[in-house]
């Protein structure tokens, strides 16, 4: 349970600082999505990087004690999807029904360590304060413009559904 940004600079060490050749990307559930684009990502930042898919289905039995005396267990029974991906800087098994060679040179982007660490201005508290909302400054009551009462209500129209095109009610409809 992470961002994507944070297995790509996983990988980065993992590759980088640590040499290793390769890693496996285990996701269940939910998490597939994830575990997909963080292996593309990952895919177009280190050159060279062969690829296997494999799916499969994890059975979870949940077995549920029952609160009062006399009562049976309760079992159930989740069959939940399962990836695992691996990717490798030597070559993988071509014949693997799962198998993906490296992506053509030109579509990755090789990202040095340092530029990787550096923060792309995004995520959490990016310093513009609070989400306050585009208010008029800091006023005795409420928080922009609203139905309240005061000053406005002398001023504003009388209540209807809106401007639209049809008639007002101090003119009536001519009867033909």
């Known amino acids: 349970a992470g961002s994507v940004s944070a297995y790509v600079s996983r990988a980065a060490k993992l590759f980088n600082e640590m040499d290793k050749t ?9 998490a597939l ?5 963080s292996a593309e990502v990952i895919k177009r930042r280190f050159k060279g990087l062969h690829q296997i898919t494999k799916l499969d289905n994890q ?5 549920y004690e029952p609160l009062e005396e006399g009562l049976e ?18 070559p ?9 060679e490296p992506l053509d040179e030109s579509l990755v982007e090789e990202v040095d360590p340092e530029e990787m660490m550096k923060s ?6 990016a310093g513009r304060g609070k989400g306050r909302g585009k208010g008029a400054g800091k006023s005795a009551k409420g928080k ?11 001023v504003a129209a009388p209540k209807g559904k809106g401007k639209g095109k049809g008639k007002s009610k101090a003119e009536p409809e001519p009867v033909k």
Do not use: F, W
């Not at 059975?59 to 077995?63: L, S």
């Open 22 to 30: 390769g890693l496996t990307i285990t996701a269940t559930g939910n």
């Open 33 to 37: 999505t994830k575990a997909v684009t």
């Open 59 to 63: 059975e979870i039995v949940d077995e």
């Open 73 to 90: 267990k309760v079992t159930d029974v989740r069959h939940v999807p399962c990836m695992v991906i691996t990717l490798s800087k030597e």
């Open 92 to 100: 993988l098994d071509k014949s693997d029904k799962g198998y993906q």
């Open 120 to 125: 792309r201005g995004r995520g959490r508290g």
């Open 144 to 154: 922009g413009k609203g139905k309240g009462k005061g000053e406005a209500a002398a």
